[in-house]
């Protein structure tokens, strides 16, 4: 401090979020907030402009953190706040390396998330973005037995990639559909499956013996491309695929090549790579495939817990005090 004065910490944000979160920075009175006041991704050259000098970044998920920014950035940096439970964008590595605190935002999204996955599990399954195409163009003309017909819950195996907080979550909500078995696999058997009935197994067993298979893995070097030929070759003719975590775990061209030829029924996706998919993509012109925007977390409430989360977790890594959700690494 200088003559008893606290030394106001700049702090830069990336993209403009919900004023929930603005508001906690504000009323703090600890930091100078530089903002790049757009809904638009901060250009790369504005972000390593932006974080020069900087005490405290908060950033989102479309935000690349490597060498390049903590460099630009300098000594000062001492917290990373990321509006995201992943954490994928961000070069951890270099980040302890220097001994910066990373805060994330896990658990309250986590509701929000799995809903969203249950929505379009059930949405690709039955058809729904095709059933409401062909009430809009004119194809309804009748009743038909066979029409539109799609894969329900009831009876079936439904196969969780990845039983974290929110796989957990989706498994709870699945259940009461019916699911007859509920199989999961993942680095670890975990003593929580107990509460729906999972049962831990090898991941070939679950790829080829579930009728639904959802993907709630964290991206990691291991997870990258998990989701290829050979993983969609073991899949059976009628089931149903859906990710909801980070796009970079399926190989595209091979879910492509699986939808097309028949190999798997249907997908779901609400990550690609890269994010946004362009709209010339393969995918986009299977009636299979339902490729949502990455809205996983979607919820007004949900997003602005989530600004708070993260404003009080750069707030907390500023003053050297303890973070509400401290990413420990």
Not at 90 to 118: F, N
Not at 200 to 227: H, I, K, M, N
Not at 289 to 308: D, F, K, N, Q, W
Request: glycine share 10%; aromatic share 6%; with cysteine.
């Amino acid at each position: 401090s200088i003559g008893g004065r606290t030394e106001i910490m700049k702090v830069f944000i990336t993209r403009r979020i919900p004023q929930e979160g603005m508001k906690i920075l504000s009323q703090a009175g600890v930091c100078k907030v530089s903002l790049w006041d757009s809904d638009e991704p901060v250009p790369r050259a504005e972000l390593l402009k932006g974080v020069e000098g900087a005490h405290g970044l908060l950033c989102l998920l479309s935000d690349k953190i490597d060498t390049e920014v903590l460099e630009a950035a300098g000594p000062n940096l001492k917290v990373i706040s990321t509006l995201s439970v992943g954490f994928d964008h961000m070069a951890m590595d270099e980040i302890k390396k220097r001994g910066v605190r990373v805060g994330y935002t896990p658990d309250v999204l986590t509701d929000a998330t799995a809903e969203l996955t249950v929505a379009l599990l059930l949405a690709t399954a039955r058809r729904l973005p095709e059933g409401v195409v062909e009430v809009k163009n004119g194809g309804w003309s009748t009743w038909k037995p066979l029409w539109l017909c799609g894969y329900g819950l009831s009876g079936s195996t439904v196969g969780v990639i990845g039983l974290g907080r929110i796989g957990m979550a989706i498994a709870r909500r699945l259940k009461p559909f019916g699911v007859k078995r509920l199989l999961y696999s993942g680095r670890t058997a975990k003593s929580y499956a107990a509460e729906v009935e999972g049962e831990y197994v090898p991941l070939d067993t679950l790829v080829s013996e579930s009728d639904f298979v959802v993907v709630s893995c964290a991206l990691t070097p291991e997870t990258q491309g998990l989701c290829n030929k050979d993983f969609f070759s073991k899949m059976k003719n009628t089931a149903v695929f859906i990710n909801t975590s980070r796009g970079a775990v399926v190989n595209q061209e091979d879910l492509y090549q699986a939808l097309s030829s028949g190999q798997i029924a249907c997908a779901g996706l609400d990550v690609t790579t890269p994010e946004p998919l362009p709209t010339d993509h393969p995918l986009l012109t299977l009636k299979n495939c339902v490729v949502l925007p990455h809205i996983g977390s979607a919820t007004y409430s949900t997003r602005g817990i989530m600004a708070e989360l993260s404003a009080n977790n750069l707030l907390a890594g500023l003053q050297g005090t303890d973070m509400p959700s401290e990413l420990k690494f």
